[in-house]
T-cell receptor, first 111, second 111 residues
Framework: DAKTTQPPSMDCAEGRAANLPCNHSTISGNEYVYWYRQIHSQGPQYIIHGLKNNETNEMASLIITEDRKSSTLILPHATLRDTAVYYCIVRPNTNAGKSTFGDGTTLTVKP | DAGVTQSPTHLIKTRGQQVTLRCSPKSGHDTVSWYQQALGQGPQFIFQYYEEEERQRGNFPDRFSGHQFPNYSSELNVNALLLGDSALYLC??????????FGSGTRLTVV
């Protein structure tokens, strides 16, 4: 599986956009980029995923570079409840594709 | 809409004992993955079950074994428990396409 690299921590002011980067330089052509977040003591929560086009849902936007070697998760208007550990993962979109988690980015949203 | 259900939520075992953890996947999901999460670390992949077979396995010893039943539910068994097996054990279900849905986990403490 391709590995990902994320900064260990980031801060963001409440109401501002949070931009979380992820490097996945060894990503394969059939691997998707997935983002999850984990709030303390809960199971990870799926946020969004994409292959090569930018994606948006009610939670966030995902921007993938043209060479697919990096991506950015954008939380457009961060709230205190967005404080969590955010994980970026790459995997094929099949039943055989396991998800390997790194240590993620701890995002702290401050008032 | 029932998500992923894990039982028990908490468990205390003695070194050398055996433990069985259970997982009921989200309705419509046929693939179950198990993860171990130590305090302060990202989830570590144990194995994945699809069509009642172990399809992928992480770097865990044979003391860790599992099973998937025809109704897609799954069990994780750990034999000869060590103190280092103390962790949050997470079950995730999926259809192969799209994100995983995680349960809230089982907190295992080995004393």
């Amino acid at each position: 599986d391709a590995k990902t690299t994320q900064p260990p921590s980031m801060d963001c002011a409440e109401g501002r956009a949070a931009n979380l980067p992820c490097n996945h330089s060894t990503i394969s052509g059939n691997e998707y980029v997935y983002w999850y977040r984990q709030i303390h003591s809960q199971g990870p929560q799926y946020i969004i995923h994409g292959l090569k086009n930018n994606e948006t849902n009610e939670m966030a936007s995902l921007i993938i570079t043209e060479d697919r070697k990096s991506s950015t998760l954008i939380l457009p208007h961060a709230t205190l409840r967005d404080t969590a550990v955010y994980y970026c993962i790459v995997r094929p979109n099949t039943n055989a594709g396991k998800s390997t988690f790194g240590d993620g980015t701890t995002l702290t949203v401050k008032p | 809409d029932a998500g992923v259900t894990q039982s028990p939520t908490h468990l205390i075992k003695t070194r050398g004992q055996q433990v069985t953890l259970r997982c009921s996947p989200k309705s419509g999901h046929d693939t179950v993955s198990w993860y171990q999460q130590a305090l302060g670390q990202g989830p570590q992949f144990i194995f994945q079950y699809y069509e009642e077979e172990e399809r992928q396995r992480g770097n865990f010893p044979d003391r860790f074994s599992g099973h998937q039943f025809p109704n897609y539910s799954s069990e994780l068994n750990v034999n000869a428990l060590l103190l280092g097996d103390s962790a949050l054990y997470l079950c995730a279900s999926s259809t192969g396409r799209g994100g995983y849905t995680f349960g809230s986990g089982t907190r295992l403490t080995v004393v």
